[in-house]
């Protein structure tokens, strides 16, 4: 059996478009995979998010555990052209380097009264992937508590942990009886401008499809291109 593309060519018309979210008209395509793009924008595209946390004083009420939970579920800039992911990385290291991943320095104490840590504390060796608001509370300290903490930061996917889904939304419905053109919304958590997770899911999604495309090619030539 000789197997062939059939992919018709994607139309995408922009209704409504900007940091935080884009709603686009889908059409040249069926429903099937308009919804595997709304799928690829929640799971595939990665985003960077603190996945390792070294704890080096910790006074607190809060145990070390739900700490660097809460680390790693606060939404970080990511510029996809600057990292990569770990197991794409040349470094081929368990810790990593800087292509792949961004150290955070935590270093906070309460003196005479309580005091609050924000997001905003933690430093970045990277000053541009940063969290996207420094107003997101971690923990509470008491007068004489302190956290002192190395925090590590790669890209994910959504797929593998709710914290590296770089949308809050993502919405499928269709815009015509005949059922020939879709609409999408999406709503970025604000680590990726909305507008690049959808190109970013299309791209991927077109990446899996032509490698699929090119295994089946090859076992029906018998192994042979």
């Known amino acids: 059996m000789a197997w062939k593309r059939q992919w018709r060519p994607l139309e995408i018309s922009v209704l409504e478009a900007d940091n935080s979210k884009v709603r686009v008209l889908l059409s040249g395509v069926d429903r099937v995979y308009a919804n595997a793009v709304r799928r690829f924008a929640l799971s595939e595209v990665p985003v960077m998010a603190i996945d390792d946390v070294v704890i080096l004083e910790n006074t607190s009420i809060m145990y070390d555990e739900v700490l660097a939970h809460r680390l790693g ?8 052209s600057r990292y990569t992911l770990p197991e794409e990385c040349d470094c081929k290291s368990e810790l ?14 309460a003196t005479d009264k309580p005091k609050t840590v924000y997001s905003g504390d933690l430093v970045s060796e ?23 903490l190395e925090a590590y930061a790669k890209l994910g996917r959504g797929k593998d942990h709710a914290k590296w889904q770089p949308a809050t939304v993502a919405v499928l ?7 020939k053109k879709f609409e999408l919304f999406i709503e970025s958590v604000g680590a990726l401008p909305a507008p690049e997770i959808l190109l970013q899911a299309i791209k991927i999604l077109h990446k899996k499809m032509s490698k699929i495309y090119e295994d089946l090619k090859v076992k029906d030539n018998g192994g042979k291109d």
């Open 73 to 80: 579920l606060i939404p970080i800039y990511t510029d996809l």
């Open 96 to 109: 990593g380097c800087p292509r792949c991943r961004v150290l955070f320095v935590l270093d906070a104490s």
């Open 126 to 148: 990277d000053k541009d992937t940063k969290p996207i608001s420094p107003n997101i509370p971690i923990a509470k300290l008491a007068p004489g508590q302190k956290i002192k």
């Open 173 to 179: 419905r269709d815009a015509d009886e005949e059922g």
